[in-house]
């Protein structure tokens, strides 16, 4: 099983309306998971992370984290043309100095 | 302006070359990373340093090799030896080594592609 999963898509969501973006992940022991996008052609960028339980919000983009499931989502609100991008989903494993990332999930916002 | 350049951005190689990708960082990061990515393809990690010295195997060292001689420069050099070298290579760096927080700074990649 691999450390981080993630669809690779592509999702396509229309303009104005609720991307949700899921990620799975192996290792129980993980406390700190991320959330990057990646435009095409160019490098991550980190835009949410999170820690705890439940979710965290940072303007139209929130950020979900279910331990017992072994889940992290990530939900962008009033999507834009702009946030099509690849989604790369990672986290820290639990004793290593590294993070994983998970396949990427492309999202396509259509005006 | 603090950030992380790498160089060269478009390199060709002809296959049984090695050639060397630079990494330059004035950030004052302690740690270092290099991925490769593939087309449709995750970051996998090659290699990583957590201090000035020292340097780790990731997930796919066979067929590179890297160097951190001082705390600002990390080149990786793909050799001979790696069979499938033509990629998209990403250098990163975190402000600590050995607490990672998660947030990486990368550069702007270097594509290789072998002839």
């Known amino acids: 099983q691999k450390e981080v999963e993630q669809n690779s898509g592509p999702l396509s969501v229309p303009e104005g309306a609720i991307a949700s973006l899921n990620c799975t992940y192996s290792d129980r022991g993980s406390q700190s998971f991320f959330w990057y996008r990646q435009y095409s052609g160019k490098s991550p960028e980190l835009i949410m992370f999170?820690?705890?339980?439940g979710d965290k919000e940072d303007g139209r983009f929130t950020a979900q984290l279910n331990k017992a499931s072994q889940y992290v989502s990530l939900l962008i609100r009033d999507s834009q043309p702009s946030d099509s991008a690849t989604y790369l989903c990672?986290?820290?494993?639990?004793?290593?100095?590294?993070?994983?990332f998970g396949q990427g999930t492309r999202l396509t916002i259509n005006p | 302006d603090g950030g992380i350049t790498q160089s060269p951005k478009y390199l060709f190689r002809k296959e049984g070359q090695n050639v060397t990708l630079s990494c330059e960082q004035n950030l004052n990061h302690d740690a270092m990373y290099w991925y490769r990515q593939d087309p449709g393809q995750g970051l996998r990690l090659i290699y990583y340093s957590q201090i000035v010295n020292d340097f780790q195997k990731g997930d796919i060292a066979e067929g590179y090799s890297v160097s951190r001689e001082k705390k600002e420069s990390f080149p990786l050099t793909v050799t001979s030896a790696q069979k499938n070298p033509t990629a998209f290579y990403l250098c990163a760096s975190s402000i600590y080594g050995t607490h990672p927080t998660g947030e990486l700074f990368f550069g702007e990649g270097s594509r290789l592609t072998v002839l």
């Open positions: 999170i820690y705890s339980n």
């Open positions: 990672a986290l820290i494993i639990q004793g290593a100095q590294k993070l994983v």
